[in-house]
């Protein structure tokens, strides 16, 4: 019924910024919860940030001051903010969904919580 499309991965300098995209299509209603996860190669994925119906958001402690989660008016694009970006930033970035509106998602939810995903788009950071 959803289907999200990621955009704007690149490779950058260490200190730089880049800003993703995540398309939403294939559903009229907005009572979702969006979150960005990011995954390298041989570790977790882990939650980046997340982004409720009412515009609350959450943040994985190392990238908060740095990272930034915001949808247009519509709520059918989703964006990652990065800014001052650390080698260590370096993974496969993925947008996700799933049931929003009352926080729950937003500040418990994990990979198994969510319902829909994205293919994934690569950030590469150098030093």
């Known amino acids: 019924q959803v289907q999200l499309v990621e955009s704007g991965g690149n490779s950058v300098q260490s200190g730089g910024s880049l800003r993703l995209s995540c398309v939403v299509s294939g559903s009229s209603h907005r009572n979702y919860c969006m979150a960005w996860f990011r995954q390298a190669p041989g570790k977790e994925r882990e939650r980046v940030a997340a982004?409720?119906?009412?515009?609350?958001?959450d943040y994985l402690g190392s990238v908060k001051g740095r990272f930034t989660i915001t949808q247009d008016s519509t709520k059918k694009t989703l964006y990652l903010q990065m800014n001052s970006l650390k080698p260590e930033d370096t993974a496969k970035y993925y947008c996700a969904a799933g049931p929003g509106g009352d926080n729950w998602l937003l500040r418990q939810g994990n990979e198994r919580d969510f319902t829909y995903w994205g293919q994934g788009t690569q950030v590469t950071v150098s030093s």
């Open positions: 982004i409720d119906v009412d515009g609350s958001t």
